[in-house]
């Protein structure tokens, strides 16, 4: 998935549970159906969290990758 | 995902609070309507003239406890009420302030933080729970 895709990056780096999915819960309402959204946070913690958001959201969870010490999720909105 | 999560909030210790903003957040995040109910010492920590204080910790944390959460602070960690904030933003969440907390406490709306968005009793407050989950914290 190129970069070009994405419509919103949300830089949660730094950031401790649960403010990258509040930060994203916020991205979300500017933005619509179909728009991917990437994410990009520093907490471990993201990665049950973001799998767990986007299941009860509704939102597509289609990239998830680590490096060096960030994660970064790529979602698709419903 | 929608069913109504309710916390009641009674412990007025930064650690605790801390604890519930983030329930509210996590709650919210996930599109769930957020009701929190305010008694005694969490209604207390919300007066506006005290909501940035240190509002110190629950008595288990002992001081290893306190030196942790004094590093997390450090480290930029936002605090409960900068994490209400955002929730509140984010919408869904309704945060009450117990009447008879008011009471006994001798607090007067105008006393609270705008977080609050008012006072009830408890009827009021379960009916507004349904019969969704009830959280004391």
Known sequence: MGKSDIKITVDASGLSCPLPIVRTAQAVKTASSGDLIEVIATDPGSVKDFQAWAKATGNELVEQTVADGKYRFVLRLK | ?137
Not at chain 2, 27 to 47: C, E, N, S, T
């Open chain 2, 1 to 137: 995902m929608d069913e109504t999560i309710s916390l009641v909030l009674f412990s007025g210790t930064d650690d605790k609070l801390q604890a519930a903003a983030v329930l509210a957040a996590g709650g919210a995040a996930m599109g769930k309507p957020v009701h929190i109910f305010l008694q005694y010492w969490a209604l207390d920590a919300f007066r506006k003239d005290r909501i940035g204080a240190d509002h110190g910790l629950a008595p288990e944390a002992g001081e290893k406890g306190r030196a942790a959460v004094e590093a997390a602070a450090k480290a930029g960690q936002a605090s409960w009420a900068d994490t209400m904030r955002a929730v509140k933003e984010l919408g869904g969440v309704d945060i009450q302030a117990c009447s008879l907390s008011m009471d006994v406490l001798k607090i007067e709306e105008s006393d609270l933080d705008p977080l609050v968005d008012g006072v009830q009793g408890v009827a009021a407050f379960y009916i507004n729970a349904g019969s969704g989950q009830i959280v004391f914290i």
